[in-house]
């Protein structure tokens, strides 16, 4: 299939819909950006519709993902309160980055949503060819997207896409969160990775935060954007209300 289907008329044959969940600036207790994560129009679980993407119809769910997060965040106005809107893109789906980006722009400009508050994440747990993944970023880069690797630690790319291409967030896998505050090592893994990171001049987002010892940890060891069930679950169609835990 090629990036010319779209703009065909090629639809995913599958209604859906997102939920939103905030990544949270602690800072401030306000949302730094809303992750749209995918949902069927019966609030059917990411899991139900994933499994009905195949490798003919994965172009035409990743072009549809897109429009509906970005007509959505259009709707609930996000970029009206300084966040921005955070979609997954799926690697093996995007041909040539720059045309399989016009139905993007298009949903932009006719929802009025700008391009510089939209976060493309990669995936970095789904196999693809490296160079591939880094052509993609390059060129969503360069046209003024924000660019994050997420489930970093987990994955396939690890720090050799890190020596190629500096994205401007990395969201570290769930599983280096985990416990964090009854295992020492995953609290040395994770502290010597946010040093990387500021280093870098990159943003670090933990992510699969569920607890308050959690939270204590990360929050002592300097992370400033966080993202779990501990501040809000995912809203389905709707901004979720971020749960500050209180000072002390």
């Known amino acids: 299939m090629s990036c010319s289907s779209c703009a065909n008329g090629t639809k995913f044959p599958?209604?859906?819909?997102?939920?939103?969940?905030?990544?949270?600036d602690i800072n401030t207790g306000k949302p730094y950006a809303h992750e749209a994560l995918v949902r069927g129009v019966n609030?059917?679980?990411?899991?139900?519709?994933l499994s009905q993407v195949s490798d003919?119809?994965?172009?035409?769910?990743d072009q549809t993902c897109r429009v509906k997060a970005i007509e959505l965040a259009a709707r609930l106005a996000i970029a009206d309160s300084e966040a921005s809107l955070s979609i997954n893109f799926l690697p093996n789906a995007v041909?040539?980055?720059r045309a399989c980006i016009r139905a993007t722009l298009e949903a932009a400009t006719t929802f009025g949503f700008p391009t510089n508050r939209?976060?493309?994440?990669?995936?970095?747990?789904?196999?693809?060819?490296?160079?591939?993944?880094?052509k993609i970023l390059q060129a969503y880069a360069a046209m003024g997207f924000q660019t994050a690797i997420d489930d970093f630690g987990a994955g396939w790319s690890g720090l050799g896409l890190l020596?190629?291409?500096i994205p401007d967030i990395v969201k570290l896998d769930m599983a280096l969160i985990r416990d964090i505050d009854q295992r020492s090592h995953a609290r040395t893994i994770v502290s010597h990775t946010l040093r990387m990171l500021e280093e870098l001049g990159i943003a670090a987002v933990c992510e699969g935060i569920e607890t308050q010892g959690e939270y204590q940890v990360l929050r002592d060891l300097g992370v400033r954007y966080m993202q779990g069930y501990f501040f809000a679950r995912p809203s389905f169609e709707a901004l979720a209300e971020i749960a500050m835990p209180k000072a002390g």
């Not at 859906?16 to 949270?24: G, H």
């Open 14 to 24: 599958i209604d859906i819909t997102m939920a939103f969940q905030p990544i949270v």
């Open 43 to 49: 609030g059917e679980g990411a899991g139900a519709i």
């Open 56 to 61: 003919t119809s994965r172009y035409a769910f």
């Open 95 to 97: 041909y040539e980055p």
């Open 118 to 134: 939209i976060i493309f994440e990669f995936t970095e747990t789904e196999q693809v060819d490296p160079d591939h993944v880094l």
């Open 163 to 165: 020596n190629n291409f």
